[in-house]
């Protein structure tokens, strides 16, 4: 009888440490690594739902920025890290989606070593130019583009960067060149703009805006699927004539691969719960970002979906960063 009660109880008895494992977790703090200085885009959102993910998860909930390489630092760091859910990536379009087409040698896999949690935010981007640019619309900007012998002198915010090949992929649409004038930071190309020394940029809309409504360089149209809110007066691309040029900055989360599936779930839930607070929701929207939040297979979808655009418009432009 013993015997029998033993065999019967058997499956229980070796589903007891998963279960036990999914019920403790988290039990320490968690950390979320952001691979860009304080202060910044990134830092921003990371910081903001870093506040309300800890209430949810009831565990502290430690920022760690490690910035450099445009994201990779912070990415690789993931991708290396323990499977266990207490590392998790403030992933972006450039060090996951750009990068891996960009670099010959990139030192993580972002498919193989990372996988999604949820989808956090985006933001869209402003094509702008100098105050004093004759230029008033996308259509004059293509028109003196093709006028200027097909190209134009576009101000980026690094090589390999969302501005950098999104403006590529504005050439592609438009029949025109670009070249790529590399600056090592936003305030540097912001500040080469506003003194004319490039002909256009593509900015952040929570950069663009206060630049814009302070006179300092004119908007053209944005990236967005809608008007912004902050700037309603500026049309889309879309509203423009050219609706596929219609890119973004995403951020997810993300966590090393094979972090266990429970442990994933509970994150997102975590995650989208803590989008829906009104102060989460009010700070980020201000910084002129969009709230996404969404489930773990939409974010595959999209990280997947976004691999290949960009792939597709790092090699148009022929550019290799090794």
């Not at 999604?116 to 402003?126: H, L, M």
């Not at 506003?194 to 663009?208: E, I, P, R, S």
């Amino acid at each position: 009888m013993l015997r029998r009660q033993l065999l019967l109880s058997s499956p229980l008895i070796a589903l007891l440490p998963t279960a036990a494992l999914a019920q403790a977790y988290p039990d320490h703090a968690v950390k979320l690594i952001i691979g860009f200085p304080a202060g910044t885009g990134p830092d921003v959102v990371g910081r903001t739902l870093a506040l309300q993910l800890q209430e949810k998860l009831k565990q502290p909930v430690v920022v760690d920025n490690r910035a450099g390489a445009g994201g990779q630092i912070g990415a690789l760091a993931v991708a290396k890290a323990a499977p266990d859910g207490y590392t998790l990536l403030l992933a972006e379009v450039g060090s996951i989606s750009i990068a891996p087409a960009a670099y010959s040698k990139l030192p993580y896999d972002p498919v193989k070593e990372l996988v999604p949690v949820a989808e956090v935010v985006r933001s869209d981007f402003v094509l702008v130019v100098p105050p004093q640019s004759p230029v008033r619309d996308v259509k004059g900007f293509i028109a003196a583009a093709k006028a200027n012998g097909d190209r134009v002198n576009f101000g980026t915010f690094g090589a390999g960067t969302p501005g950098h090949f999104g403006a590529e992929m504005f050439g592609e649409q438009g029949g025109f060149r670009i070249e790529p004038i590399h600056y090592r930071n936003t305030g540097d190309a912001i500040t080469a703009l506003v003194a004319g020394d490039v002909q256009g940029a593509f900015v952040t809309t929570a950069l663009a805006a206060p630049q814009i409504k302070a006179g300092k360089v004119r908007a053209l149209a944005t990236t967005a699927q809608a008007r912004s809110g902050q700037l309603p007066d500026v049309p889309t691309f879309g509203e423009a004539g050219w609706p596929k040029v219609d890119f973004s900055a995403w951020f997810a989360l993300v966590a090393p691969a094979e972090t266990p599936a429970a442990t994933l779930d509970l994150l997102n839930r975590a995650a989208l719960d803590a989008l829906q607070s009104p102060q989460v929701r009010r700070t980020l929207e201000e910084a002129g970002f969009t709230i996404t939040g969404t489930s773990r297979p939409d974010t595959a979808r999209m990280l997947k979906a976004e691999s290949g655009r960009w792939a597709a418009a790092v090699r148009a432009s022929g550019f290799k960063a090794d």
